[in-house]
């Protein structure tokens, strides 16, 4: 079985924002922008200017699936830069799988944190909300984020491993 480099890299990148999203609420920009980078003149260098324009490709998806979340003040712009980094080292069906796994496993988590933590009207609001699609009050929404990048990262290592299992 041969692993790739990108698998290598996007592994370590997955670990070190799952710890760095959940312990301290913060993607650092020295670690998203210099993956970019990496990944980019990678990209280049071993795969020419057809890859070159994937990885770029990748990076752009990656940071305009959050975007417009960012903007609406619903997640982080480390949250936005960091998909743009894993964007820019995986293929664009596997940037989606991610996302969409990264998705599920974030609501899943902020479901069991309202649960958990007893607030059955926040979570019956939440679901009002959901469905009549109205705007949550602030006072239920603050204090109370989940750590996107640490959702995506626990999503994307899930379905590293079952990549390598196959």
Same mark, same amino acid.
């Given at each position: ?8 890299? @996007? ?5 070190? $924002? ?15 922008? +210099? ?7 990678? %990209? =280049?260098? @071993?795969?020419?200017? /057809? =890859?070159?324009?994937? /990885? ?18 619903? $997640?982080?712009?480390?949250?936005? !830069?960091?998909?743009? %980094?894993?964007? /820019?080292?995986? +293929? ?6 991610? $996302? ?17 933590? +007893?607030?059955?009207?926040?979570? !019956?609001?939440?679901?009002? %909300? ?11 929404? !603050? ?6 990048? /640490?959702?995506?990262?626990? %999503?994307? =290592? ?9």
């Amino acid at each position: 079985m041969e692993i790739q480099i990108s698998t290598v890299v @996007l592994t370590l990148l997955f670990l070190i $924002v799952f710890i760095l999203d959940y312990k301290y609420r913060i993607i650092p920009n020295w670690l998203t922008v +210099s993956t970019i980078l990496v990944a980019w003149m990678t %990209a =280049l260098i @071993l795969g020419g200017f /057809s =890859l070159f324009l994937t /990885s770029l490709l990748g990076t752009l998806v990656g940071f305009l699936i959050l975007f417009i979340p960012f903007a609406l003040g619903g $997640v982080g712009g480390g949250d936005v !830069k960091f998909l743009a %980094a894993v964007g /820019s080292l995986t +293929s664009l069906p596997f940037l989606l799988k991610i $996302v969409l796994f990264g998705l599920i496993v974030g609501g899943l988590t902020s479901i069991f944190v309202m649960l958990k933590n +007893s607030e059955i009207k926040g979570f !019956k609001q939440f679901i009002y %909300a959901l469905f009549l699609r109205k705007y949550l009050p602030n006072n239920l929404v !603050k204090g109370h984020a989940i750590p996107l990048g /640490s959702c995506i990262s626990l %999503a994307g =290592l899930i379905l590293i491993g079952f990549q390598l299992l196959r």
